[in-house]
């Protein structure tokens, strides 16, 4: 038995209901993963995760090779046990984070050097070490070490990218990893629906456990990564999960799922929550706004979160105003609440072949509030 | 039956047993208050302080009436309300704020005129004006709007003071609170003890539901303090609850117990908390210092709180490190679930006629820690 395994359960159209397994539990799909960069979803304990049914959060090689250091969380007893996080746990392999935030980056044949977003000192890392980080943090799925371009780039420069990835991803796959790592291949190409059809000609053929589409939410317009997506999940084998990085909005969510894919992953919830900025069943509101200074009401009416459960939209504006930890908590308590409720209710629709219906009733809502506001 | 009222229970020297009745619940006393200044205990929310068997929070009538304003939170139902709070609330008066936060302070025989830390903005609050944001955030008990002078100051400069709070005091109460309000006067005096004896003289016929010590840790050393509470706590009458404004450090609860002091409040634990200073029971603890980098063991063996049964001190030295909310919110779990577990051991010694043993041990326990670290 591979140590990570998806089982495709039924299909709505593209849309498909499954379930992933991993050492550290099983959960269904379609499934959102929040975002716990440096081994902490910002504002969140484990419980608060828990509690709104999180199975799965993301981490970063990047910032924990950073800091902590991914050999003192190896000594701490791992990943999950450094963060008291008992179920699964993906990290992202810091190909993303070299482009995004370090600085001074040289891209080589052998891997990257670059400086410290932190202090500015001098780093290397290469599909190997991305490994190794990997491998000492412990997570259940490990991300291949890829190049992520920025958009635009030129279907020359994509081309050489995805050519260079490829050669990256063999070299992840012989890395060995941990008995109950599972490793994911990244299908790159840019824009260019073409390019990724030849990227998966490239890379069809080595043996990971799952698969995820790169390169995408890197400033593209939406309707343009839909296109992408279009072209790019059919690609993917229906046995294998299908994760999209870095993806999204809410409408980004339900786009990518009517699209066949499985998994996501965004700063967007936890973020936004922290800005002011929150999802809810008839659209985004910024707390921040001075016609909720004296609103009694729930955030959102159709939410059973603690934040809409238990305060008015004033107590969370004034929380947001006078710069409060706990606005910061409750807002990214709703927010994931939001994605991860929104993602039970489109298991729920694929489920009862309704997806289209879930779909349509989706965008409606949002429209019509935005008639009426 | 007065709205607030204390039932002394029994006395081991001059430590006190008692219990503390309100409208929102009775507490066992002494007991120490969380400080919640912008209507919320910084960090946390409600269920975190119930769970650690908070029974009373403090909230600031100068803060809430800066932001978001009294009247909008009387009509968002009063503060308890609108922060989820069913028990019982105790708010400061401002007296204390206006002297250490605004600008441009001019004290008159009418109140004081000063300028928002916050804006700039120009108010007045006197005794009335108080009692008014005071009665509008409808808090369990109302602290009289009093003239907190800063340390040193001349006996002159006291005598003058003492004075005005004394008219001030007797204004306060002649102002209609809401039914379920009590209030509480004020001893001042400073740090002379013959001014605390001439202070009580011109305020002890006035009929409050409770009183307080106010013009201490403002700057002296603690051995000034004990001094004074030597003198201010004996003329209090035994029948009401004896509240020490703004106090302390744990060896200050110690020693405010220990003379005969019911109630406490401080931002140290909260504060301190967020600056990575932690209350230990072998005392403090910076949890910055590298060598809690690689600690797998809990900040406190001995405590029982979430962030000590669940993490590391490695772990919440990442977090510190990292300027992660998490760690502002476990750090003040713990520091306020030392605070009120020692409380608890106080209440514990004293039923039990072993409180100057119980003190013994505890600088004892302190002493040998020094001694080895």
């Known amino acids: 038995m591979k140590p990570v395994y998806y089982k495709l359960q039924s299909t709505d159209g593209k849309a498909r209901l499954g379930e992933l397994f991993t050492n550290h539990g099983s959960f269904p799909t379609p499934m959102f993963m929040p975002v716990g960069t440096a081994a902490t979803v910002k504002s969140l304990a484990p419980e608060d995760l828990h509690a709104m049914g999180a199975k799965i959060i993301l981490s970063n090689a990047y910032h924990l090779y950073m800091r902590p250091g991914h050999k003192l969380v190896e000594e701490m007893g791992g990943l999950h046990k450094f963060m008291n996080w008992d179920r699964a746990i993906l990290t992202d392999s810091g190909g993303f984070q070299v482009m995004s935030l370090a600085d001074l980056r040289k891209v080589t044949e052998e891997g990257v050097q670059f400086s410290s977003h932190l202090d500015g000192s001098k780093h290397f890392i290469s599909p190997e070490i991305s490994m190794e980080i990997q491998r000492s943090l412990g997570s259940d799925i490990v991300m291949c070490f890829d190049e992520c371009l920025k958009h635009p780039a030129t279907r020359e420069e994509v081309q050489k990218s995805m050519e260079l990835t490829s050669r990256w991803e063999r070299r992840c796959r012989a890395v060995k990893l941990k008995e109950h790592q599972g490793l994911f291949g990244i299908l790159q190409g840019g824009m260019y629906p073409e390019l990724r059809a030849a990227h998966w000609e490239m890379i069809k053929d080595i043996d990971f456990e799952g698969w995820a589409i790169g390169g995408l939410s890197v400033g593209e317009p939406p309707a343009m990564m839909y296109e992408i997506l279009d072209t790019a999940v059919p690609l993917l084998p229906q046995d294998k999960v299908r994760y999209l990085m870095g993806v999204g909005t ?61 305060y008015s939209r004033s107590y969370l504006r004034h929380l947001y105003v006078s710069n409060e930890i706990l606005g910061a908590r409750l807002n990214t308590l709703h927010n994931l609440h939001f994605y991860i409720n929104l993602m039970r209710q489109m298991r729920e629709a694929i489920q009862e072949k309704r997806f289209d219906e879930f779909r349509q009733a989706f965008y409606k809502k949002r429209q019509e509030n935005e008639e009426t506001s």
Chains 1, 2 share one sequence.
């Open 250 to 310: 809410p409408e980004d969510l339900v786009e990518g799922v009517a699209r066949g894919v499985d998994i996501f992953d965004c700063v967007m919830p936890t973020r936004n929550a922290r800005n002011g900025t929150l999802f809810t069943s008839f659209g985004k509101v910024h707390i921040k706004n001075a016609k909720f200074a004296k609103d009694p009401g729930p955030l959102d009416p159709e939410c059973s979160c603690a934040a809409c459960t238990n």
